[in-house]
């Protein structure tokens, strides 16, 4: 008996809780936001411009595998360079509202050399606001909710760190606020994912400090059309006529900066 607990306790030991380090963090910073929608290899619309971000992180690190919870917030207004319904020009302000909520688990850092590497993955979702200003008929609002696919490799070396990848959304669902708009109906629309980069390299400024450059896009194309019946004009569609609504390929690119603290 005294043999099998001696081959099994060295094993236990890395499963016991005083084996399992935890660590909070917050973060602050700016991002520079891109969106472009395009339809036929047009640019129907462009919208560019900084954002603000708050961030909060809880990490676990055992002896051989390491799990974090990443939350994010941004906010902020961007230039709109489009057109209206009836394809008039606009230029204008949206509002851009989201948060991000992951959870992410990977193998502990192997050493090679100087080197630490590993691998990881992350499960989460994004919910977004978007909020075109139209001094003509008021704010016109969307709804963005989607799920996140996340796989990629971590390096380490010295003070600085680098993570990258592939993203891909998954159970895309938008609500663009159709009733508000004139129409009778307000069908969800649902733009297909397509996989995109990610990438971000921190420095270590101190034991609690950290300064993070990252790049994430995203990528949708085209919702299947839906047809919906107009209660009032709304541009070339005319009242009573049954019109087709969908959201054109959207391209979405951000490049942030941040601040990172450790408690």
């Not at 900084?50 to 207004?77: E, H, T």
Request: charged residues 20%; glycine residues 12%; proline residues 6%.
């Amino acid at each position: 008996m005294g043999r099998v607990l001696a081959t099994l306790l060295p094993g236990l030991t890395g499963l016991l809780p005083g084996t399992i380090s935890a660590a909070a963090w917050i973060g602050a910073g700016m991002e520079h936001f891109s969106l472009s929608e395009r339809a036929e290899r047009e640019t129907l619309l462009t919208e560019q411009g900084p954002r603000f971000l708050l961030l909060g992180a809880y990490d676990w690190q055992g002896p051989r595998w390491q799990a974090s919870w990443r939350g994010r917030f941004g906010s902020g207004n961007v230039h709109y360079d489009g057109r209206t319904h009836s394809g008039q020009p606009l230029e204008t302000t949206t509002a851009w509202n989201s948060t991000t909520q992951e959870l992410r688990l990977g193998n502990a850092p192997a050493p090679i050399g100087k080197l630490a590497l590993g691998v990881q993955a992350g499960i989460g979702f994004t919910a977004a606001r978007r909020s075109i200003s139209n001094l003509a008929r008021g704010n016109q609002d969307e709804d963005f909710f989607m799920g996140l696919l996340r796989l990629g490799i971590h390096a380490r070396q010295g003070r600085l760190s680098v993570q990258g990848g592939l993203l891909h959304p998954w159970a895309v669902r938008q609500d663009a606020h159709l009733q508000e708009l004139g129409f009778a109906e307000n069908p969800l629309l649902h733009p297909r994912p397509r996989p995109s980069l990610w990438l971000q390299a921190g420095w270590r400024l101190s034991p609690g400090n950290r300064l993070e450059l990252g790049y994430e896009g995203l990528r949708l194309e085209a919702s299947e059309p839906v047809r919906v019946r107009a209660v009032q004009s709304v541009g070339n569609c005319l009242a009573g006529s049954l019109c087709t609504v969908y959201q054109p390929d959207t391209r979405i690119d951000r490049v942030w900066l941040t601040l990172h603290h450790r408690f």
